[in-house]
């Protein structure tokens, strides 16, 4: 019976790669190590498959499906390519190869997740450091919008609140943990300083914290709902620290101000970095959307919202994202790679989808291959087939194959060399 | 009798456990047709844990399942992302791509009728 060391868990941008996975018949039979989510994925991973290549349904072979996804791509006038975060590197490069070809655009999940992180990034750079290095080191954590308890559920243990480091070989005991969210999560229970913010109020909060760390005095008695001595408590206890690290999610990057509230954050890092050590890390939620960030960057120059209609790279976030194209009606085609986008956009570009002629390529059966056109089911990777991945710290980590995938069913960089060559043809 | 909260989106660990089962898993839908409301405001609407409530936005309603926690606020009210909270959000993303999911104004009031099923939502998806 096989038993798989030091496996690399393809679910969110932890990129755990220390479990241990045993394999009977070509079927995972058990997972150490895992979190629940991790665990769910990979003993769960054959439910719910797609069995065989769909055309309207009914079922096709994989050279049917592929002939009609050339097809449906090549006589599009404004083909979107989506999804992307959670398969491997070589399929994202293929996708924007594929792109490129037919001036289409492409676009993947960051667009909907840290999209405003990265618009704020460009504008004034970041601080950042690896997880190994806030493990080892960081004295003072700060949860920022985020719950790993929900999302990243080992990231507390393995990286950062209860890790136990080289200079933190104390753990928890030897971290002040401080959580900030719009709502007593159960992140409350685990923080030494829970603090409560009003819903959209981030960006004022930020801005005192930045006041107060920069010498001046507030004389107001609450920001966003936080008194005052909470701010300046906390702005001195930033300040003092050996080495801070502020983790932040979907909390600061989906509420209003958007990249305007990273952008605070960002300048709140900056303004601490005169008087110690300070990072901001974004809680990067599938497994290899960094990748999807980085590779996209490699090939076009940009992370995401990319457009080929001129036959050259343009890059346009509120454009060229999958958001605003489908609900404008724009987009009279797409293809949609290892993403659930019926089930995760807004209704309006969710419909849009389900009226234009839609391919996808997935492993499983999800709302979108349960409406889309032509369905081909794919190798998962991390499971079925290799490639590589990027932590939510940007370390490319190698995923491993532990499983033979369906007979006749290949990895998406394989199913995207089909289509490309098809188009060509 | 209604109320108006401030409606706030996001993942949960059980979410993340039935996505991985499959969407078409009965645990993913049990665990994002729902909406988390405080005991109070509850109270105020007359429902309670495990009846039907219809919640409304500028941009849309949808029908959930009601459950009730302290961990939400009076007048905060927390959705899982999905099929049936995406009914909800303006897709208007203000140059940026991303839409607004969290802080977002909503109307919730008791509902006539169970939430929809999946199936339900995709047939009326296609139109």
Known sequence: MPVYRSVVCPFCGCLCDDLEVTVEDNRIIKVRNGCAISTSKLLHHHENRVERPLIDGKPATLEEAVEEAAEILGSARRPLIYGLSSTECGAIAKAIELAELIGGVVDNTASVCHGPTILALQTLGESKCTLGTVRNRADLIIYW????????????????????????????????????????????????????????????????????????????DEVSGVPRDVIIELAERMKKSRFGAIFFGLGLTQSEGRHMNIEAAIGLVADLNHHTKFVLIPMRGHYNVAGANTVTTWQTGYPYAVDFSRGYPRYNPGEYTAVDLLSRGEADAALIIASDPMAHLPYKAARRLAEIPTIVLDPKRSMTSIISRVVIPTAAAGIEAEGTAYRMDGIPIRLKKLLEPPEGVLPDVEVLSLIIEEVMR | MEITVTLITGRTAEQGVG???????????????????????????????????????????????????????????????????????????????????????????????????????????KG
């Open chain 1, 145 to 220: 919008g985020c719950n790993p308890l929900e999302a990243h559920l080992r990231h507390l243990t393995r990286y950062s609140a209860m890790a136990r480091g080289l200079y933190t070989s104390g753990g928890r005991k030897d971290r002040y943990v401080v959580a900030v969210d719009v709502r007593e999560t159960r992140m409350k229970r685990v923080a030494d300083l829970f603090v409560k913010v009003k819903p959209g109020g981030d960006y004022e909060l930020l801005s005192a914290l930045r006041a107060v760390v920069r010498g001046y005095s507030l004389d107001i």
């Open chain 2, 19 to 125: 996505k991985e089962i499959g969407k078409p898993s009965e645990r993913y839908q049990r665990n994002v047709n729902y909406i988390l409301l405080n005991p109070r405001d509850a109270e105020r609407i007359g429902v309670e844990e495990g009846e039907a409530v219809e919640v409304s936005t500028l941009h849309g309603s949808t029908r959930v399942w009601c459950k009730l926690s302290e961990d939400v606020e009076v007048g905060v009210a927390f959705i899982p992302l999905g099929p049936w909270a995406n009914r909800l959000f303006d897709p208007e993303t203000h140059g940026t791509g991303i839409p607004s999911v969290k802080g977002v104004e909503a109307e919730i009031r008791r509902a006539e009728g169970e939430p929809p099923t999946l199936e339900e939502l995709l047939r009326e998806l």
